[in-house]
């Protein structure tokens, strides 16, 4: 089936040239991949990078979206395209979540790419039904533990992002939470505003307004520091539980192999727009946090965090639907 591309981005006749002659690349066009559906955050950083890449190499950058299982479909995209720079992937925390739940994928979420730039991230934040009488991080453990699985969590669904946050707060607090999967993550939300579920961990770009119109109740944020838009909140290493660290991160990677030169142009180029102040301040619209993560430390944080998802996966006895 073919894939209709979204977003060339402006005219390269007609915009702004700040060309740089550091070896061929590029001569033609060169593709983002975005394995996710448009309008998120995902495609909208995807999106402003093109556009600043765009000004400075004078070729067209298109953003192509590619969503379906849980973005498997569009990294394997990537995975299997040539390592020469013309086709690249935006990756999401999902990418090292996956195999611990998805063991069968056709493609290593390590071996089989290269980092290039890791360039924003947000926290999730653990969030209550206001109605409970719950309203510190202390207080909500003390409740897990009078009555073991006697708070309910809801998650977008199993294996998801919320679910394993939340398997990973139990893990480290010693504490039993009783999880109730939903179909996407309106749902899940719905559900902790009606109360028909004690809580759960919401990103933070979308917990934010709940919890300043009342909602939500805010708990805690899964990050070692406090975030901007919720600076009352405690964060889960002030409360003692420094491994807790869950949110959604979004950088760029290529296929495996990409020669190194290429990799430092990429990465040089990439890192040059979104220092950009104009596209700075759109990264922080899209309610990021803005990072200048390197190749080298992408790569161990890729692979750190798939090590540790698949530790929460088997202690939680987490299997895909």
């Given amino acids: 089936m073919r894939i209709a591309r979204r977003g060339l981005l402006g005219g390269a006749a007609l915009a702004p040239l700040a060309v740089r002659a550091q070896g061929a690349f590029p001569d033609h066009q060169v593709r983002i991949v975005v394995p996710y559906a448009p309008g998120g955050p995902s495609d909208i950083i995807s999106r402003v990078l093109a556009e600043g890449l765009l000004r400075r190499w004078g070729q067209p950058v298109v953003v192509e979206n590619r969503p379906g299982a849980g973005s498997a479909i569009g990294t394997e995209l990537v995975a299997r395209a040539a390592p020469d720079g013309y086709t690249l992937l935006l990756a999401a925390t999902a990418h090292v979540m996956n195999p611990a739940v998805m063991p069968r994928l056709p493609f290593d979420a390590v071996r089989d790419f290269t980092p290039i730039l ?142 190194p030169a290429l990799v430092a142009r990429l990465h040089e180029d990439m890192l040059a727009v979104v220092r950009e102040p104009a596209v700075r301040a759109r990264i922080l619209a899209a309610g990021l946090d803005p990072l200048e993560v390197g190749p080298d430390e992408f790569r161990a944080q890729i692979a750190a965090e798939a090590v540790n998802w698949a530790r929460v996966v088997r202690a939680a006895g987490i299997r895909a639907e």
């Fill in 118 to 259: 890791n360039a924003g991230f947000h926290p999730m934040v653990l969030v209550v039904n206001p109605r409970l009488p719950i309203t510190t991080p202390a207080e909500f453990i003390a409740a897990a533990k009078a009555k073991p699985g006697g708070l309910t969590m809801s998650s977008a669904g199993v294996g998801n992002a919320s679910h394993l946050a939340t398997a990973l707060f139990a893990l480290e607090a010693g504490i039993e939470l009783t999880h109730v999967p939903f179909n996407g993550a309106a749902p899940a939300q719905a559900s902790v505003v009606s109360g028909q579920v004690d809580g759960g961990f919401l990103n933070s770009t979308v917990a934010t307004p709940m919890i300043r119109s009342g909602q939500m109740r805010g708990i805690m944020v899964a990050d070692a520091r406090r975030w901007r838009e919720l600076p009352e909140l405690p964060t889960t290493a002030e409360q003692g539980f420094p491994g807790v660290k869950a949110g959604s991160w979004y950088g760029w990677l290529g296929p495996a192999n990409l020669p």
